[in-house]
């Protein structure tokens, strides 16, 4: 099999994985198209879902500051995250992450922020058995701690922040948790006074996060809300129109909104059982075709004891963090297109042995690459050395195959059983060449996702490139790759018989290459040009003992006698 080709319908492969996401958007649903309706979601439909109203716009800091639109914000802060709640409707109104720098143009290197700005997320209305709707956007609580602000220390238990209020002799609390190492904390809301029966809670999780990136275009297209039933699913905004309502129905284990590269996300069980019922999305207004806006819904029973309970995730994509929440929280973020399957464990596990080079061996995430390529070649160097022999064998015996296929041409059958043989008398193996380099090809697909998709390379640097998740601003690194592959495909035609298709390809391939990884991440393309220069030499070898034994697979076999 011809080393060229198989490269070029890998390429072809690689750019069917990905060419879709870059270049087409997802089909929108047919007008009025709904997925499934539980009874909690009809229920909430028809009486109460609309738009969220318009929300003053708040401090991006949280601070204690009297207002009589907002309410005072109470800000808890841990080493991870510093949080900001509303004394009216105990909203969020702020979520920085203090261990992650925003990119986005005019911050100034301050830490991410979640909520856009004007915006809140976790706002609670119920759907009472009557038919009413009673939302807690107006309702002022009381603070519990009354303070400006609550430190949350890493070593101690959780702690809690606690909300009151009455109207009407009815009393609600929303009590927060806080778990001081972790990007998550508990909601634990109680309802009394508000009439017999149940009813339905709707928390509006988010109307999508605030873009934190240097392209916000880039940012807009990874936002989707993501929910978990029996598997992960994923409903892009961009699939949602304008006003639009989508039913997603449950029951779910959590429901999240993301971004690129962070995740707001909600996550009820009760006695191991989901109890979401299902989510509403509504589409948002439009800046062009970038949709980034969409409000989320979940809709949650609520018992006639008036007590409801779940648990809050904001924070990185990082499937180490989600990891801990259980739940399958990990898969929060389902990249991989038709190749997930392949992708996804072969992701995780290149991730992995990178993370353990960065904190094992105290490499940085450049050299770790560089290293990982290298590895790779050294563990597939004596398969390529197989498929030297191979080759050799199968140049040896090609005057033999070539005159084989003649004398047979109009005996399709004969041909097969006469051409098996010679493979087996002069022990050829016509797909032994193939598999060495078909092996590095999951990898390189599953690190395309990786960078594409991955908090941990998110604004790392390395050498000359600002960031190893973005492409290459100078361009060198594509370049060089591109190099890297005319020489290693010159190299690799010493001793070969000369074939003008074959000499068209080693100029073709990499210029394709170089073309197609400009705009790639900076990391992949430092991988794989570090994979080919260490392959130079071997392939030198190979050449130079194909070379050596080029007059013995000169000499013509001799033929099997019919």
């Known amino acids: 099999m011809d080393r060229n080709r198989l490269l070029l319908a890998f390429v072809l492969m690689l750019m069917v994985a990905i060419a879709p996401s870059l270049l087409w958007p997802p089909k929108k649903p047919l007008p009025g198209r709904t997925v499934g309706q539980s009874d909690s979601l009809r229920r909430a439909d028809s009486t109460t879902v609309r738009q969220a109203p318009e929300t003053p716009v708040p401090s991006n800091r949280p601070t204690v500051q009297p207002s009589n639109d907002t309410g005072r914000i109470v800000s808890v802060t841990s080493p991870l995250y510093r949080l900001g709640f509303s004394t009216r409707g105990g909203l969020l109104r702020s979520a920085e992450l203090l261990q992650y720098e925003s990119f986005a143009p005019g911050d100034s290197a301050r830490p991410v922020q979640l909520v856009p700005k004007g915006d809140a997320f976790l706002r609670h209305r119920l759907v009472l058995s009557s038919g009413d709707t009673v939302s807690l956007d107006d309702w002022d609580f009381q603070p519990s701690p009354d303070a400006p602000g609550l430190v949350v220390r890493a070593g101690q238990a959780a702690t809690p922040l606690r909300f009151d209020a009455e109207r009407r002799g009815s009393h609600v609390t929303l009590e927060y948790s806080f778990v001081p190492d972790e990007y998550r904390f508990e909601v634990h809301g109680s309802v009394t006074g508000l009439g017999s029966g149940g009813a339905v809670l709707l928390i509006d999780l988010a109307s999508g996060l605030r873009s934190v990136e240097r392209d916000s275009l880039d940012d807009y297209r990874h936002y989707s809300v993501v929910t978990k039933a029996s598997k992960t699913e994923r409903t892009d905004f961009s699939s949602i129109r304008p006003d639009q309502r989508a039913l997603l129905n449950g029951p779910f284990e959590w429901v999240g909104v993301k971004s690129k590269y962070f995740l707001t996300a909600a996550l009820a069980l009760e006695e191991g059982q989901p109890t979401f019922g299902g989510a509403i999305a509504i589409g948002g207004p ?91 070649r050294l563990v597939l160097w004596p398969l390529n050395q197989k498929a030297m022999e191979s080759g050799i064998r199968m140049q040896a015996v090609a005057p033999l195959l070539k005159e084989t296929q003649e004398k047979y041409k109009n005996d399709p059958e004969r041909l097969q059983r006469e051409m098996l043989r010679i493979y087996k008398d002069h022990k050829v193996n016509p797909f032994g060449g193939c598999l060495p380099m078909l092996l590095p090809w999951p990898v390189l697909l599953a690190l395309f996702f990786v960078f594409a998709n991955t908090i941990v390379f998110r604004g790392v640097p390395f050498l000359w490139l600002p960031d190893l998740s973005r492409p290459d601003p100078f361009r060198i690194i594509p370049i060089l790759l591109g190099l890297s592959m005319f020489g290693l495909s010159k190299v690799g035609q010493i001793g070969v018989p000369p074939n003008p298709q074959t000499k068209m390809m080693v100029y073709f391939m990499p210029i394709f290459m170089t073309v197609l990884f400009l705009n790639f991440a900076s990391g992949l393309n430092l991988y794989y040009a570090a994979q080919n220069i260490f392959s130079i030499p071997q392939q030198y070898l190979i050449a130079k003992r194909r070379l050596r034994e080029a007059p013995v697979a000169g000499v013509r076999p001799t033929p099997v006698k019919t």
């Open 286 to 376: 439009r800046n062009g075709k970038a949709a980034s806006r969409a409000t989320i819904l979940i809709t949650m029973p609520v018992p006639a004891a008036g007590t409801f309970r779940y648990s809050v995730y904001a924070g990185p994509l990082d499937y180490r963090q989600l990891g801990r929440m259980g739940h399958g929280l990990d898969d929060a973020n389902p990249y991989g297109g038709i190749f997930r399957p392949i992708v996804r464990p072969v992701s995780v596990f290149v991730t992995s042995i990178l993370l353990w080079m960065h904190g094992q061996l105290h490499l940085a995430y450049g050299w770790a690459l560089i290293l990982f390529g290298i590895v790779i």
